[in-house]
């Protein structure tokens, strides 16, 4: 039945029929909903598909067939046999045209020609089982008989099959036959059907099974939608130019095992309704799957795909399953949905995978996944609720693969992925991405801190930040009738253009300005998270903890022995031995090494974090031991230690109220005993001093004496003393934070 058509031509006809038919009638409520229902389709035109007339295809006969054979059509320099618009019965019922069908169309297909003769199939309805194998040409498949059978383009396009093969083989994934021949690992011959010239199947329509497995496309094959209605099989078929499924339907079984898609790969909005299987199947070119429903199982196990591959907007309605994939180059799932689960297990990533803005509903598998170095998962807008939804990974590993740009926006998906590795037990990758959070934060508050605020800053700073007078003249005009309230709003002066605001916008603040009250305040935050995060990952990293500390102990012992030992040369000389210098000199270095390791192996600036360790523990001790010895020493007690220790116990002692000094009492005197100098083993006593200091623990009670005891000393003393509350803070608040079952109280929030 013809449907009406808008088009010019038909819109006079239109018309005429709506002026008939008010004329007719008398009713004025008929004519005015007659008049609506005309201006309605105007304004809102029918889809060009809905309007079309229906196709009107023609009944192939063998005369017929034999007509378009002996006449085929010339279409983008490359001769087509032209059987579009046709209904072919190949039930079995019509055997015998059947038959004659594929005998006519083969000997015309294997023709030898300089030029390959294509078929075009568009709009044709396809009754009974398509055997495509049948179509082209056989052929062994092996080294030593592939040049005499085909044309110096063609042999180089086996050539390609046989890199590709090569290069699959030393990963472990060729498994078809005909690589398995071209290679030489097996002795019986392999065959496979070449299809020489392009095929064309634009809106065709197959009412039976299709058959194109183990066959070698050799030009292109453009399926756009056509709509496969039983199961299709494209196993082991080889691709050698671009191949387009756009649009295509699959409603039942699509097999697609072993394939190889040299070239560009479309599926884009095609519809799967049954399974889906590509295992084992190679896209050495970019492979398109945006906006593609999947309605049952999907199968992409052990697929390498070498291009980038696009997988935006897909939904999937089943399981999808990419058990060791491999992903050469950029993997996109954005926007992407999962109502089951999606299982990566196994998988290689070389490059970044954008699930931004993808939703996970179900289950996300990640589990023994290897990412390279610069691999990632962009994760920004991502939907997940982790009280119905899971990811799984590798613990320790799998969090540090998120990455979003920004906080803003970002926090309820960082938040909900750290509850869902908490409550997996996964400590390590909850801390990881809470770690990831607040490197954010400082970002934000560094932005805000040093960037320019266009609400505030003076008209010689816009200037500076690359406005021209005119532009930073209209900002402090808009300014004063109203504060911006986004960057964005920039946009609406006349005298800023896009490019403009592109160029500066990473580079300028819109916020209320800041008092010198609040922009101290917003110094001390960012001056206290930037040390959290250096010296210890944000209470995430206990071996930078320790490493941290192992310097900073190493150091004041080091510091601590010097003064005491080191004391004069005239006119009495009080001088460390040989063997005392000698001792403590290597143990410093081995301390310091060891620590250092630590650092470097856990911190992930660990240069940046050195250095600021160095900041806090280098420049007031070294200060004080320079105006220590210029002013020198003269005092009574010049020649016994600085240095005192408890008599009474030697054992391991937990010190936590412990004071550098001794108190003045003098019962406590008689406690406390001055180190002595002529022991080999007195150059201990310095370190675990110092570790009285910082960690409040000791093999001793190790203190200073309160008598004739220099200032500069005293304060070095203390100094350490200072930073150790901090530090024995740290180290409980990190071990907190870490160790399963002690981080219950700090993440019931």
Known sequence: MSKLSLKPKGSQRLYAEVRKVVSLRSSAVYSVFLCVLLILLLLFPLPATAVQTSLQRTPLTLELLQERLRTPILREGNLTIDLRQMVIDLRPENANFRDTFYQLMRKELQKPRAKPLGLDLSYSLIQGDFMGNDLGLRTPLYAQEIAPIFTPSEQEQLESLRL???????????????????????SAASEITVFRGSLTLVQTRFNGEVWFSNIFFLQSVDAQGAIFVQPTHWNETRFSRDVSFTGATFRHLSNFQESIFFNKGSFKQSQFQETADFQHSIFAGNANFNQVNFKQLTKFNSVQWLGNTDFSEVHFFGQAQFTKADFEQFFLLTDATFDQAVIFREAQFDQSVSLRGASIINLADFSDANFAQDAFLTVAGLSFNSNQAKILGNSGDIGKRFCVPTLQGNQNVLRNLGQNFRQQQQIADANQLEYTKQRLRLKELSHRLLSTNINKAPLASLKRLGFTANQAEAIAQRRQVKLFRNSSELLTLADIDLDTYNQLRDRLIVSEP????????????????????????????????????GVAIAFFGLLFWLVDRYRRLRP???????????????????????????????????????????????????????????????????????????????????????????????????????????????????????????????????RMRDEHLPSIIATLGWYQWSLGLLYITLVLWTLSRTIPGLNLLIYLK
């Open 572 to 702: 009495v000389a009080i001088i460390p031995t040989y063997y005392e210098t000698i001792s403590i000199l290597v143990s410093f270095t081995c301390l310091e090494f060891f620590s250092l390791l630590a650092i470097f192996r856990s911190a992930e600036q660990p240069w940046l974090t050195l250095g600021c360790l160095l900041m806090i523990i280098v420049p007031i001790p070294i200060i004080l031991l320079m105006r220590l010895y210029q002013q020198g020493r003269y005092h009574d007690l010049l020649d016994v230690s600085y240095f005192t220790e408890d008599g009474t116990f030697r054992q391991l002692r937990l010190l936590i109220g412990r004071l550098p000094v001794i108190p003045r009492n003098p019962t406590f005197r008689d406690r406390y005993m001055h180190l002595l100098w002529d022991r080999h083993w007195n150059w201990l006593n310095y370190y675990d001093f110092s570790l009285n200091n910082l960690v409040r623990l000791g093999f001793n009670d190790i």
């Open 164 to 186: 590709v093969c090569l290069r699959s083989l030393a990963v472990g994934f060729s498994n078809s036959k005909d690589c398995r021949s071209l290679l030489g690992t097996q």
């Open 514 to 549: 800041l008092s010198l009250g609040s922009w101290l305040l917003l110094a001390w935050s960012c001056l206290a998270l930037s040390l959290l995060l250096l010296l210890s990952g944000y209470g995430t990293n206990i071996w930078l903890v320790f490493g941290v500390g």
